[in-house]
């Protein structure tokens, strides 16, 4: 099947030809013969990026073309077609490749108009006269009021992503603009999904519409593997940066349901040294477009974003999108998952999810037909590994050309290197790019993830029996202390712990942090003065227990319960010590515990 057979015409097949597209794609082939026969109404469902912009643009300028033709060739100054887009990210995509395909048609003339700029210039160009309005609604609805927009000879209307326009208030608008258009009109509508406001256009403004469905109706895009993920709403920004890390080629949207949200988790990427940015509506136009560019040129890996923002975002190539707690209705789930895995490529949507939305999942599945897998997020080894074995492939894929510099170089280099063997010298490299990121998965927080039953265990739990029973090393005596990740419990605040607690400087060994408690390692002549000095100190009304590891053994459930919270609330000092005498001696060392334990003192877990 070609654009030929199709009938489409010679100049506008040698400009489709020249932006690389060979053959039509389904929905092209299923709409474009309809559009070029005998005028009609059409309701085209089919998964956003799948094309349909060619299929109703091709016949829409070869059928604005063939009306200049009859008329004379000369252009009345008077638009003959309308589209209508609900965002101006779309309207000038659209705009954008309808001046490509009509090339070739030098009496077609398009002219995008949308709020954002110059309005006086866009009355000037509207003056001079066009053949094609590509429009938002509000800015349309604007020109018409200020008589510089005819829609008098308007013959096609379309009404693009007509679901979006529809969720996000357009109603009205349309219905403004649909009056002023010459009853004997045809109306082209294409939308991802049908909801209930679709039919309702159709009942109210068309006229025995002809309906091509690709695909089923609300169905995805087969393209999509679909997978989620079930965890604690305290753990999904981890659970997050877990997913961005396993897919080092990542290219995509992150959806969020808030301005703040958006804005909050774009500024958590940012500082953790990810290529991210934030898109939403407290943005000013300027803001919007410098970072829609920067993610088209790929300096984004990761836009963050509102669905609102979202809408009309034409990217290609998206690898991944990723909702961050699924949306409220349906549609915007198949809206979102519809970014990626456009013109026929394959794309990832993940849902970061907590327990109580699994039904909602159950509901996207069934109207959606698409099946969405359940997945373990991956350990810290995996995701280490997928990231070494990325660069080593980037390093395969490297081609060499002639430098004259580097092979200028190249011996001293060799010189200054030649005593490193090749697999110490490949360690030394793979470190020196990934030291950061092997250490944040070695001493990283213990995501929570959820069972079939929903509850929720945490990822540490299964190398309890293994961290009890390790040996210390030489010299070093390793001990148990009853606070863990769960009391956000990490090496830099343990050894804070250890120094406030203890007097002068204990030399700390291999620290194994675990849900509700831990193991570290101490020099073997300082190890009982640690444990007398700890155990007497409390935190927030509850009693620090320190203990030898061997003496806890199988039992350590027994030994952290024997430590629980005593009824004294002197917090933080040790027993026994007077309040004056405590602050002579400079202490106070729970004030300072505050920014490791900031949960109020009502919910502490008591073991």
């Known amino acids: 099947m070609t654009f030929e057979s199709l ?36 309701i085209a469902l089919a998964q956003t990026g799948t094309g349909k912009t060619a299929a109703f643009g091709l016949p829409l300028l070869q059928n604005v073309a ?12 008077l638009a003959r077609a309308l589209v209508l887009c609900p965002t101006r990210e779309l309207c000038l995509q659209i705009a954008d490749d309808l001046t490509d395909y009509s090339k070739y048609l030098p009496s077609v003339r398009i002219l995008p108009v949308y709020g954002g700029s110059s309005i006086e210039a866009q009355i000037r160009t509207l003056r001079r006269g066009v053949e094609v309005i590509v429009a938002t609604p509000g800015r349309l609805i604007d020109l018409m009021e200020r008589g510089a927009a005819s829609l008098d000879e308007v013959h096609t209307v379309v009404l693009d ?9 357009f109603s009205e608008s349309l219905q403004t603009i649909l009056s002023q258009v010459p009853e004997e009109r045809h109306l082209l509508l294409f939308s991802a999904t049908m909801p209930r406001e679709i039919s309702s256009i159709a ?112 990217v290609n190539d998206l690898t991944h999108v990723i909702h961050y707690g699924l949306p409220d209705d349906i549609e915007s789930y198949t809206h979102r998952s519809g970014r990626t895995a456009r013109a026929g490529k394959m794309g990832i949507s993940i849902a970061i999810c907590h327990s109580r939305e699994r039904g909602r999942l159950r509901d996207i599945e069934r109207i959606s037909h698409a099946t969405i897998e359940r997945r373990t997020l991956p350990t810290g080894a995996e995701i280490c590994g997928k990231q070494l074995f990325h660069l080593a492939e980037r390093i395969e894929r490297v081609e060499l050309t002639e430098d004259a510099t580097l092979e200028a170089l190249l011996p001293e280099l060799a010189r200054k290197l030649e005593w490193i063997d090749h697999e110490e010298l490949l360690k030394r490299v793979m470190l020196l790019e990934f030291r950061r990121m092997l250490d944040y998965y070695e001493q990283e927080e213990a995501i929570e993830e959820a069972d079939e039953r929903g509850r929720l265990q945490g990822d540490g739990e299964g190398k309890k029996r293994d961290k009890r029973n390790a040996v210390a090393e030489e010299g070093m005596k390793r001990l148990f202390i009853n606070f863990g ?123």
């Open 161 to 169: 992503e007509a679901d979006e326009m529809l969720t996000m208030g």
């Open 66 to 77: 063939r009306s200049l033709e009859t008329e004379g060739g000369k252009p009345s100054g």
């Open 485 to 607: 990740k769960l009391d956000r419990m990490f090496p830099n605040k343990l050894i804070e712990l250890i120094n406030k607690c203890v007097p002068g400087r204990v030399k700390v060994g291999k620290i194994d942090l675990l849900p509700r408690f831990a193991f570290f390692e101490v020099d073997e002549h300082e190890a009982s003065e640690v444990i007398h000095s700890m155990s007497s100190y409390e935190v927030d009304g509850r009693r620090i227990v320190v203990d030898y590891a061997d003496k806890v053994g199988e039992g350590g459930g027994k030994r952290e319960r024997r430590g629980a919270p005593s009824k004294r609330r002197d917090y933080d000092k040790p027993a026994g010590r007077r309040d004056e005498d405590y602050g002579k001696r400079g202490g106070g060392y729970g004030k300072r515990s505050r920014s490791y334990d900031e949960g109020p003192r009502s919910k502490k877990k008591r073991w």
């Open 203 to 314: 009942a109210s403004y068309m006229h025995q519409p002809k309906e091509i469905i690709v695909g089923t109706k609300n169905q995805g895009n087969a393209n999509i593997k679909h997978y989620y993920y079930v965890v604690s709403a305290r753990h999904k920004y981890l659970a997050l940066k877990r997913i961005a890390d396993y897919y080092p080629d990542i290219y995509g949207i992150i959806f969020c349901r808030t301005r703040k949200e958006t804005q909050e988790i774009a500024d958590q990427l940012i500082r953790d040294g990810y290529n991210a940015d934030a898109l939403h509506g407290e943005l000013s136009q300027a803001q919007r477009d410098y970072v829609m560019q920067k993610f088209r040129i790929r300096n984004l890996q990761l836009l963050v974003a509102t669905d609102v923002a979202a809408r009309g975002l034409d």
């Open 7 to 42: 009938g489409v015409s010679a100049p506008i097949c040698r400009a489709v030809a020249e932006k690389g597209y060979e053959q039509p794609m389904p929905v092209q082939e299923a709409v474009i013969p309809h559009l070029l026969g005998e005028p009609m109404d059409l």
